[in-house]
């Protein structure tokens, strides 16, 4: 049973960082930022994969006119050129054309093609040269069988896939490319705030060593009470947070029609986020429901990484006198953080493989690799138990080891500890 004290201190923290000006920017701003700078540049570059915004002229050496079938399906990138090679190598040098195909005789059996630009292009030109003329050479190929075109249209016409998702239900549409994505955002989510509110606990115990309150406190306080107080109280605050980020993206899914279309066309996104319904004037984008015990198990898995990392945390900031000094001791923590992140993709790509099983179940990365297995795939109950027990069995040894370097370490000033130091402050708490 805790003491009031503990509450006290717990309320105390609470108040004094929501209260705060920093806490209303990181809650309404920070998001602004960081989808900006990680989010955003990922689904660009995902939507423009196959985009280009260079010229390429074709020239056609082949007595098929291919080069006109070419153009005629992208006549935004591609058009005919009859002049000598020469000078379509002095404009491409001069900056004047982006670049040109050779479409030779030859190519056509070697299934090749040369393209020539200044030096590079990017995936995106790449990516489009590739599938138009591959499109073109198939049906060439096919024709040159003698097959009818419309047989021939008919089998080059690509496979729309839609998922569909077998429960004890029936059977449902399936949101796989959806929930992939809000897990990927998930699990940076929770790398961000682990980094953000672990590093916060640690400043403060620091800050208040370092002016000595942490003396006043233990004279009316046990120090386990200080540190888990201070623990619970930035953790509420990061709580806090998620609720209002919750609410606003609930409220804004109310227009998530009109706020799409600004950016996105509806034929550059999956079908499944497309609804054949009108509204405006356009088709409407379906946004596929986040079921409940996905939000729950974000949250749990936040809270208990939370308390995992947050007690490493505090006994670091209490081994300590100042944030530099912290640095070489916090570098295995951090590291804890960095490398599940290191493995999200790999996880998004198979997240029923073996390798995304045992790393989810590594309790200092499960907070962030269940999570993306949980919105990506149906994780069985008995893994996410599995997990939650190891978490809570880690968190319990971490408690227990962050308590014996806070209740020493607080007390010590103007010595930088190693960590055979506090190897020793263990054995001997």
């Known amino acids: 049973m805790y003491s009031s004290k503990f509450w006290t201190i717990a309320s105390n923290e609470y108040l004094r960082y929501i209260r705060s000006k920093s806490f209303l920017i990181s809650t309404f701003i920070f998001p602004l930022f960081w989808l900006g700078i990680i989010i955003l ?10 985009k280009t915004a260079k010229k390429i002229a074709i020239v056609d050496q082949t007595d098929a006119n291919l080069g006109k079938e070419i153009v005629r399906r992208d006549s935004k990138t591609f058009y005919l050129e009859n002049r000598k090679i020469e000078d379509l190598n002095r404009e491409i040098v001069e900056g004047i054309l982006d670049g040109y195909i050779l479409l030779r005789a030859q190519d056509i059996d070697d299934n090749s093609v040369e ?99 942490i003396e ?13 107080g201070k623990i619970l109280g930035i953790g509420s605050v990061g709580l806090t947070q998620i609720v209002i980020w919750f609410v606003l993206i609930g409220i804004l899914s109310l227009f998530s029609t009109q706020i799409i279309s600004l950016f996105v066309n509806p034929t550059n996104l999956p079908s499944e986020f497309v609804s054949s319904s009108q509204m405006e004037g356009f088709k409407s984008f379906e946004i596929p429901p986040i079921p409940l015990f996905s939000v729950v198990a974000f949250v749990i898995y936040f809270l208990l990484g939370y308390f995992l990392f947050a007690t490493l945390f505090s006994g670091i900031g209490a081994a300590v006198d100042q944030e530099q000094d912290a640095q070489a001791i916090s570098t295995p923590v951090y ?74 370490g607080v007390l010590i000033y103007g010595k930088k500890p190693t960590f055979k130091e506090i190897y020793r402050w263990l054995r001997e708490a």
């Open 41 to 50: 540049p990922n689904v660009i570059a995902v939507l423009s994969f196959e």
């Open 115 to 213: 393209l020539y630009t200044k030096g590079g292009g990017g995936l995106g030109l790449i990516n489009v040269v590739e599938k138009t003329l591959t499109d073109v050479f198939r049906q060439y190929r096919l024709l040159g069988k003698g097959i009818d075109p419309s047989v021939v249209n008919f089998v080059l016409s690509d496979v729309k896939v839609e998922t569909k998702k077998v429960t004890t239900e029936g059977v449902q549409k399936d949101y796989a490319s959806f929930y992939g994505i809000v897990g990927y955002i998930m699990a940076f989510l929770i790398y961000i705030l682990l980094f953000i509110y672990g590093a916060m606990v640690m400043r403060a115990v620091i800050e208040e060593k370092a002016s000595r309150i």
């Open 216 to 228: 006043i406190l233990l004279s009316s306080a046990r120090p386990f009470d200080i540190m888990f």
């Open 335 to 408: 590291l804890f953080l960095i490398i599940p992140i290191l493995f999200v993709s790999a996880v998004m790509a198979d997240p029923e493989s073996t390798f995304s099983v045992i790393l989810s179940l590594i309790p200092f990365f499960t907070p962030i690799l269940m999570v993306v297995r949980i919105f990506a795939t149906s994780v069985p109950l008995w893994q996410i138990i599995l997990s939650f027990v190891l978490l809570i069995l880690t968190i319990l040894g971490c408690v227990i080891l962050a308590a014996k370097i806070y209740r020493i």
